[in-house]
Structure formats: structure tokens, C-alpha cells
């Protein structure tokens, strides 16, 4: 029977048996590293606008944006609702969300540089009419994720995250590399689970979006996905180039890796 599965606890040993989680080590300071790179490479994709369609928000609202990163939708948020919150572990992120928001001139917004785990509701954190979390999806114990959001959320909840086979062919690389299968980490299903048999039954859509990234020649891709991969052995360089001198576009001077994911977008109302 499905209600006898702990979906919650599934979540968690998926989580722990993830090949990036094995990998990466501390994520904090993989995020830290990838900031940069990361906050570039959101300027390329209309995915912001895509997702800030799907709100319920207007310009008396409040809203927290839980694992920012460096601002994808706070900045296109806080010109638009009264106030944004945003709970981001990582310093290198915040770096880029605070430059993003000066040279905007956004004064709206206020950082709070811990994990979700670590705030607390009526202490770190207050009410806000809408919550959003976006590809941050990362907690252990998501069911007491879940409830803390709930908590501190006045008007709706809304996710954001892959659904199925991620893009970025670390199934073929993977053995290649580290000699092992690559074992995925859980896939949005779990989430919905989690989110029922805690009581809240969310609406889902999934959509194909269409990921792309520029660079300016190979070598800079490599870089990238060494650092992505969290490798840097000469060797590893020699079969991600490999890889991508097969794998990326040519086009107007520029070489492109260009991706259609699926994405999902699970959100409740209170
Ligand atoms: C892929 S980025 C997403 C950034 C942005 N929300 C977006 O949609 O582009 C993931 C972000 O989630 C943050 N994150 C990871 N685990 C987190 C946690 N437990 N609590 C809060 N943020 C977390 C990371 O530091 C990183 O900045």
C-alpha cells in the first residue's frame, strides 16, 4: 500500500546514496565556488520569466526566496513586491545577490546567510504572503521543511525543480570519471508524496524548458565542468573535452550547450 511507504525517510537514504552527494562534499562550499559562473549563466535562460508567471504576487506583497542562489528571482521580485526575505547558506551567492541588487538599486530586500534548516520561525523568520523555494530543494528531512514553510506562509507555496532525468549527461560521464554508475538523486515524485502524507495536497505542473548556456570557446566549458564535477585531474579535463567537442554548438562566434529539461512547478495555498 502506498500510505504504508515513509516517503520522507525514502527521500532522505536517495539523498545520502545521490553520486554528487558522495562527491561534492561540503555543498555550501560548492555553491560558494560555482557562484559566479552560476549567477552568469541565469542571464542567458528566460527561465526567471517563465517561473515569476506562476506567482501570486503584487506590490504590497512579501515573499521569501528560500535558497536564492544569486538572486534569480529575488531581483526580478523585489521590483515588483514590497519586501523579499531571502535564507541563503552560501556567502559566495549572497556576494552576487547583493551586487545584482545595487546595481538595480533594489533596497528591498534583506539576507539572511544561513541554511533552512537553521532558521526559526518567530525568530530569524516572520510571515510572508507568498514562499518560494527554486532548484534549492537540498534538506535531509524535507517533511520538516515542508511544515516550516507552511508555517511562516500566509497566502501560497511554490516549488520549483527537475522532473525526471536531469540535463547534464552525468550518466554517460560518470563512469567515465569516477569509474562507478551514476545514481541520480530523488525525483520530484518523492516531494509530492512527502507533501500528501503530511496533509497538504499541491497542485503540480510540468513543463519542457529549454536550458542554455554560452561560452566563449572550449576550454572555458571545460573549466566549468570541472568545477561542476568537482574534479580537476588532467585526465578527467581530457574526457569532459572529449565530451563536449561532440556535445556543444557552434553559433554566432560562441559555443553553446543548449538543453530541454523537464521542470516542475508544485505549489499549495493556504
Ligand atoms: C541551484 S541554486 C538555485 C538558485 C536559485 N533559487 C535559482 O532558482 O536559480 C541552489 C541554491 O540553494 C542553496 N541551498 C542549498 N541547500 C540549501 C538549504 N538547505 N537551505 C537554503 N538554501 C540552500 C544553495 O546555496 C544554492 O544557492
Redo the contacts with the bound molecule.
Sequence with gaps: MIEDMDWNKMWTEAMENASWKKRRGD??EF?DRRAKH?NES?KQNDRPAQIMSKLDIDSECSVLD????PG??TIPLAKIVKHVTV????SG?LACLEENAANEGLENITCINK???DVHPGEDLGEYDVVIA???L??MDMAAAFLKMDTVAKRSVHL?TFAGDRMWDYTDLWPELYGEEYQAGPDFIYLYNILYQIGIQADVEISSTEHKQRFSNLEEAVEQWKENLNISTPEAGEVIRSHLTAKLIKEDGSLWSKNTMKSVSICWRK
Design positions: 555543498m555550501t555553491w552560476y541565469i528560500i535558497g536564492a542562489g534569480t528571482l535564507v541563503e547558506p552560501s551567492m541554511k533552512w534548516e527554486s532548484y534549492s537540498s534538506m520549483f
